[in-house]
């Protein structure tokens, strides 16, 4: 039996969000926010067990355009907090803690910026920082210069592009194990490491596929967002922000780390000597943790109180 449970939450204009829900139904509720690609079920095994073990209610929630989420082109990624706020109103959450990997770091904040009362602590998995405005990244390595670079032709195409990668991965759905494999022979070292637990690939694998019977134009949309202005300020975020980033990220490199944990005034930054990308899943037991040290012992714990970068 699948150990987890879906459900819809039908929002206020009408459009839908896709949500998995792992662990005991009245455990403490953390979100987490998949990475890009990626749909509500892309939540590490270990995660699921140790949710389970302490207690905690994981809800994966896709965003639009992936899965069972109705398309949806939002102006700036802090308009997803607003969507985010119906879904705890809908399933009677008062406080909650949040995790993103990767392409869901931004939206994570987005939810901490937006909703501090109700958002008890957060995680930020290998996250992206910002590409445009006085907060972002300074340029370097990794693809989000290049979307920046990109965002006027991006923005055009869009939907046609979205439409495109939907297309693609339902044909592609009977070759790929066949395409891990060929992801595991040239990607990075530590990835490779991750990828190659039976675990972990049946979970990526069994996430996109399920996701993609439906929909999969989630990722356009990102690319889209990522270009832009977020809609706020990290810099005013108050809520306590963990980091983890590998010093060997190809993808999303350091330097989106350490502007995050700059910007942060309540934050931790852990840089994992060695690691890649999708590596950082493997700190997503101790986010947690640290999540739920911050609910039991309150803002001012000493855990946050004096951040470490």
């Not at 931004?106 to 996250?127: E, N, Q, T």
């Not at 995050?260 to 997503?284: F, I, K, W």
Request: hydrophobic share 45%; proline share 8%; aromatic share 6%.
């Amino acid at each position: 039996m699948d150990p987890w449970r879906s459900r819809v939450v039908t929002l206020a204009d009408g459009r839908a969000l896709s949500l998995a829900e792992f662990g005991p139904a009245d455990g403490f509720p953390i979100l987490w926010f998949h990475g890009t690609p990626g749909a509500r079920r892309q939540v590490p095994p270990a995660a699921i067990e140790f949710a389970d073990a302490t207690g905690v209610r994981i809800i994966g929630v896709e965003r639009p355009g992936v899965g069972h989420s109705s398309p949806h082109h939002y102006d700036r990624i802090s308009g997803f907090a607003a969507d985010v706020e119906q879904v705890l109103d809908a399933l009677e959450l008062t406080q909650v803690g949040l995790i993103g990997l990767s392409g869901g770091g931004p939206y994570v904040l987005a939810v901490c910026a937006a909703l501090p009362d109700r958002v008890v602590a957060a995680a930020v998995l290998g996250g992206v920082g910002p590409s445009a405005g006085p907060e972002k990244v300074p340029s370097g390595s990794g693809i989000i210069p290049l979307l920046r670079k990109v965002s006027p032709l991006l923005t055009l195409v869009r939907e046609p592009v979205a439409a495109l990668m939907s297309l693609g991965l339902r044909v592609a759905a009977p070759v790929a194990d066949r395409a891990f494999d060929v992801y595991l022979a040239v990607g990075p070292r530590s990835d490779r490491e991750l990828l190659a637990r039976p675990e972990m690939r049946q979970m990526f694998v069994d996430d996109l596929l399920s996701a993609g019977r439906v929909s999969f134009r989630a990722m356009a949309y990102d690319a889209v967002l990522f270009s832009r202005w977020w809609g706020f300020d990290v810099a005013d975020i108050t809520t306590p922000v963990y980091l983890w980033h590998g010093d060997d990220d190809l993808v999303i490199p350091l330097s989106h780390g350490e502007r995050m944990a700059a910007l942060l005034p309540n934050s931790r930054l852990s840089v994992v000597p060695g690691q890649g990308h999708l590596a950082m899943l493997d700190a997503a037991e101790e986010a947690i943790e640290m999540i739920l040290a911050v609910r039991d012992d309150g803002p001012g714990s000493p855990a946050v109180s004096s951040p470490a970068r």
